[in-house]
């Protein structure tokens, strides 16, 4: 069975719903800095456009099975992610992203390409073209922990 068609229309769905509750967000600012809204629009915009994607390919070659190893990296990658919002919530923007870009590609990577260096390079690389974009470029906060 072909997943494509309604995992689309699903993504298309819930990202303009997300996008219609992140419009509903309003919170005043002192500067120019965005606001809360611009990041939940921005990820729900691209759920949009990866639903699109798959609502108009054309395929009509059976989907490929997806193997054992590719759940666990799956689950993996979502586990990371939660355990990221987690981080923010705790430590804050730059430990979380750090510790949590370094994560993500040691699982992305797989068992042969896995480089401690390539990882370290990766992360510091994310943290800091992040914060060049938004906290320097759009001046916009980046979160702090409650613990520090």
């Known amino acids: 069975m072909n997943t494509d068609k309604p995992l689309g229309a699903a993504l298309v769905a819930i990202g303009g719903a997300g996008i219609l509750i992140a419009l509903q967000i309003s919170v005043r600012t002192f500067n120019n800095d965005p606001g809360p809204k611009l990041f939940p629009i921005m990820a729900c915009t691209i759920l949009v456009i990866c639903g699109l994607g798959l609502l108009f390919q ?59 260096l390539r990882g370290a390079i990766y992360a510091v690389l994310v943290t800091g073209v992040v914060h060049l974009v938004f906290r320097v470029a759009l001046g916009a906060f980046l979160p702090h922990g409650i613990l520090f």
């Open 58 to 116: 054309r395929s009509n070659e059976p989907a490929p099975p997806i193997l054992g190893a590719e759940w666990r990296r799956g689950i993996a990658m979502a586990g990371l992610l939660v355990g990221y919002a987690a981080g923010l919530w705790l430590v804050g923007f730059y430990p979380a992203t750090l510790i949590g870009s370094f994560a993500i590609y040691y699982v992305i990577a797989g068992r042969d390409r896995r480089s401690i």
